[in-house]
């Protein structure tokens, strides 16, 4: 079995790294991780930095808040780069920009090492429960190497395409999350403004064609008001904020994207960051009036 | 049995009167319709005037285009009002306004007849099939006296709440779906410029959060560029209207709604107004060049 290095132990980080010693890798996590010691008692071992954890491994997996800490873990001082051999695995399963995956992608190529871009999607309850969606970019032979250790993640595993193809997949996903969010919240203001039951109008809506998982779930928490994360507001916008500086490389224009990542804006200059993203129907209360 | 009388024998209304003809009920149409006669052929009998049919009937059914049809049919010339008897039942089945579903709820009930607000979604595949969701608004009594009617006709049958409610819910669940076809759009039009497979990406995105009937269908559709209706824009765009002017009438802004209706708006500037709603996907992608 392959030997796997898991940098980013955080609430997806460390069940997910849990998953993978479970399912009987050998697992290295950095010492300095304040998960660590979680992960050690359950049977990892603990390494100073990335270019240690790289040195001694088959597979680097990353889960990181964002582009710049995946670029630092990368190409920064003590990085995977410094210890990385040939003919080892670098899976990123954080959600970055499509178009930074793909620099990494080329970066680790030129040092004989191949790189998948693996963002998942189902928040905390699916990496706990090993249930994630992954969505993967790169090299066919490079997705049928980390297909094991995906599928001790998650479920719904899927290889869309090329490098970027991945991060560009999830970068869609909270796309439309995001606005189908927006559409629930306005019809769900509309709806109580008018006096009209808004567990009847799920129900209704739900046998048709505007059912959707975000008014399944979501609406149920607008209607509980149930704010409480699930998926914090200012992680979602950080991932808009993804779209739409792909939709500028790719020059198209994202009316409902940049509307919706407006409305979490405003949220955030109230302080709301912290709360579910479903709190979208908060802001269109809010403008109603109520 | 109630006899019912069906006003309104379009794409939908044919297939829904032909149910209530199946299940045993003596129903009658309007003369002058064109399809009268494939009715009378299938045993309705053909009346007429909207009085007349109102005359003769412990139910009347409408299902018309807009507002203004319903209007004219109920209050114009020889309409409903001059024939209808008391303690017969209305049930408008258009897709019309919320506030005109209630004024003629009160103008009718001034005459003794209770009104029912009954839209359905499903499109003309669930008229023929009698699997349409039917939204009701009116009183509990009225309901239950339309059950077995509604029953012959559709399947996800729920009453939502007094009247008007049904019209709402309808508005709702057009915003929902117009502005998830607009979300479709984007992340499609975005990943297609970026090389990435719009099969694929689908598919990866039906197992998370991104999940909806609209991605499933009008995301097969884009895939596969079939734009034929289905439910065409202008058609759409009637809805998302009422949808906009509840908005204005319950002080609801509706950013979301109003921009898809635009969208709508410049496809049938382009003379595309006979296509799928899932055409917004064209016009995404004529704006970004494609």
Same mark, same amino acid.
């Given at each position: 079995?392959?030997?796997?290095?898991?940098?980013?132990?955080?609430? #997806?980080?460390?069940?997910?790294?849990? $998953?993978?010693?479970?399912?009987?890798?050998?697992?290295?996590?950095?010492?300095?991780?304040? =998960? =660590?010691?979680?992960?050690?008692?359950?049977?990892?071992?603990?390494?100073?930095?990335?270019?240690?954890? =790289?040195?001694?491994? %088959?597979?680097?997996?990353?889960?990181?808040?964002d582009s710049p800490e995946v670029v630092e873990v990368v190409s920064g001082k003590d990085g995977v780069l410094?210890?990385?051999?040939? !003919?080892?695995?670098?899976? %990123?399963?954080?959600?970055? *920009?499509? *178009?930074?995956?793909?620099?990494?992608?080329?970066?680790?190529?030129?040092? @004989?090492?191949?790189?998948? %871009?693996?963002?998942?999607?189902?928040?905390?309850? @699916?990496?706990?429960?090993?249930?994630?969606?992954?969505?993967? @970019?790169? *090299?066919?032979?490079?997705?049928?190497?980390?297909?094991?250790?995906?599928?001790?993640?998650?479920?719904?595993?899927?290889?869309? !395409?090329?490098?970027?193809?991945?991060?560009?997949?999830?970068?869609?996903?909270q796309m439309i999350v995001g606005i189908t969010i927006q559409a629930v919240a306005e019809a769900f203001t509309?709806?109580?403004?008018?006096?009209?039951?808004?567990?009847?109008?799920?129900?209704?809506?739900?046998?048709?064609?505007a059912q959707s998982r975000i008014l399944d779930l979501h609406g149920k928490r607008i209607i509980e008001r149930?704010?409480?994360?699930?998926?914090?507001?200012?992680? $979602?916008?950080?991932?808009?904020?993804?779209?739409?500086?792909?939709?500028?490389?790719?020059?198209?224009?994202?009316?409902?994207? *940049?509307?919706?990542?407006? $409305? #979490?804006?405003?949220?955030?200059?109230?302080?709301?960051?912290?709360? %579910? $993203?479903?709190?979208? =129907?908060?802001?269109?209360?809010?403008?109603? @009036?109520?």
């Open positions: 079995m392959e030997k796997i290095g898991f940098i980013g132990l955080g609430i #997806m980080g460390k069940p997910m790294a849990l $998953h993978l010693l479970k399912a009987g890798y050998a697992v290295s996590v950095l010492e300095k991780n304040k =998960a =660590a010691k979680e992960l050690v008692d359950a049977g990892a071992r603990s390494v100073p930095t990335p270019a240690k954890i =790289a040195q001694g491994c %088959d597979v680097v997996i990353t889960m990181l808040p410094e210890g990385i051999r040939q !003919g080892s695995l670098f899976i %990123d399963m954080s959600t970055i *920009a499509p *178009a930074t995956a793909k620099n990494l992608y080329e970066l680790l190529r030129r040092r @004989g090492v191949e790189a998948l %871009d693996a963002p998942v999607s189902g928040g905390q309850t @699916g990496a706990e429960a090993g249930t994630l969606s992954i969505m993967v @970019g790169g *090299a066919e032979q490079a997705f049928q190497r980390g297909l094991p250790l995906f599928q001790a993640m998650g479920k719904n595993i899927v290889h869309i !395409g090329g490098p970027g193809s991945g991060q560009m997949t999830k970068a869609c996903n509309l709806a109580r403004k008018a006096g009209v039951d808004l567990a009847k109008l799920r129900e209704a809506l739900l046998g048709g064609f149930n704010f409480l994360p699930g998926f914090k507001i200012k992680l $979602h916008r950080k991932d808009m904020n993804i779209a739409l500086e792909a939709g500028k490389e790719f020059s198209v224009p994202l009316y409902g994207t *940049a509307l919706v990542a407006e $409305h #979490m804006d405003a949220l955030l200059a109230q302080g709301k960051g912290g709360s %579910d $993203h479903s709190a979208i =129907a908060l802001l269109i209360e809010q403008l109603a @009036g109520l």
